[in-house]
């Protein structure tokens, strides 16, 4: 199975950016959509963005519209997830994740389709 691991995180002001990156190994080949969730203290998990391997479309949170971009590089099978006008309310643990068979789309916005997670890395946005 791959094991994902997520950096980038940490401590920001309101206005600010963090790129966060997610990087798999082991059995990899067989990934098919790459997403990234938040969960902030409290709150239940929260989708972010996803992107489908095998042609590089992209699927956002209407939060997340405008302001995060994500993107993968092939060679390294690393997946990351650019923020940029980051507000208070971004503040979170972020992990990624990955389905490793075809879905239909509407399974990548949710959390209980994903059959691998990483650890997850901090962000804290403050005012």
């Known amino acids: 199975q791959p094991q994902l691991v997520e950096s980038g995180g940490g401590v920001v002001q309101t206005g600010g950016s963090l790129k966060l990156s997610c990087s798999a190994s082991?059995?990899?080949?067989?990934?098919?959509?790459t997403g990234w969730f938040r969960q902030a203290p409290g709150k239940e998990r929260q989708f972010v963005a996803a992107?489908?391997?095998?042609?590089?479309?992209?699927y956002y949170a209407d939060s997340a519209k405008g302001r995060f971009t994500i993107s993968k590089d092939n060679a390294r099978n690393t997946v990351y997830l650019q923020m940029n006008s980051l507000k208070p309310e971004d503040t979170a643990v972020y992990s990624c994740?990955?389905?490793?068979?075809?879905?239909?789309?509407?399974?990548?916005?949710?959390?209980?389709?994903?059959?691998?997670w990483g650890q997850g890395t901090q962000v804290t946005v403050s005012s």
């Open positions: 082991g059995r990899t080949f067989s990934t098919y959509v």
């Open positions: 994740a990955t389905i490793s068979r075809e879905r239909p789309q509407y399974s990548y916005y949710i959390g209980a389709y994903y059959n691998y």
């Open positions: 992107i489908r391997w095998r042609d590089g479309t992209t």
